[in-house]
C-alpha cells in the first residue's frame, strides 16, 4: 500500500497549479477516504445475506411444524428455540430476543423479507440502500 500513496502523493506534487488537471489534485491527496457508508464491501454483504437467508429458511422450517405457529409462541418456546440455535453462528436471533423481530413474523414472512429486515436492523439502513448494493449490476 505504500507504494500506491508514493505514487498518488507524486501524481498530486507533479501536476503543475495551472494545469486543467489542477482540480484533481486534493483527489490524489485524499485517495483513500472514499465515501463514509454503514454497509461492508458488496461481496461481504452478498456472503451475509446468503448466510442469514439460509438460517432464517431453516428456523422457518422449525417453525412450520409447530401447532403454534399461527396463534403465536409462548415465552418458553422463544427461550428454546434461542438456547437451541448455535450462538456464534444465529447471531442475528438477538434481535428475536430482544424483540425487534418476531418468531411469528418469522414463520409468516418470506425468508427473502424477514432476511432484509435482519439486514436493516443490523446496519442501521433502509431496505433501498440494502438493495442497492445487493442487486446492483455492475
Not at 448466510?51 to 415465552?75: H, M, N, R
Not at 424483540?99 to 429486515?117: F, K
Request: charged fraction near 30%; glycine fraction near 4%; charge should be positive.
Amino acid at each position: 500500500m505504500v507504494n500506491i500513496d508514493f505514487l498518488a502523493n507524486y501524481l498530486a506534487d507533479c501536476i503543475p497549479e495551472n494545469s486543467p488537471e489542477a482540480r484533481l489534485k486534493p483527489k490524489f491527496k485524499t485517495w483513500r477516504e472514499g465515501r463514509a457508508s454503514t454497509l461492508p464491501p458488496r461481496l461481504e454483504l452478498l456472503l451475509v445475506h446468503r448466510k442469514i437467508l439460509k438460517q432464517v429458511g431453516k428456523i422457518k422450517a422449525l417453525l412450520k411444524d409447530s401447532p403454534e405457529a399461527d396463534s403465536g409462541f409462548t415465552k418458553e418456546q422463544k427461550e428454546w428455540l434461542l438456547k437451541s440455535a448455535p450462538r456464534d453462528s444465529f447471531r442475528w436471533l438477538d434481535f428475536v430476543r430482544r424483540g425487534d423481530i418476531t418468531l411469528r413474523q418469522i414463520h409468516r414472512n418470506t425468508a427473502q423479507s424477514t432476511t432484509m429486515l435482519i439486514l436493516m436492523l443490523r446496519y442501521g439502513v433502509g431496505e433501498d440502500m440494502i438493495r442497492s448494493r445487493l442487486f446492483r449490476r455492475t
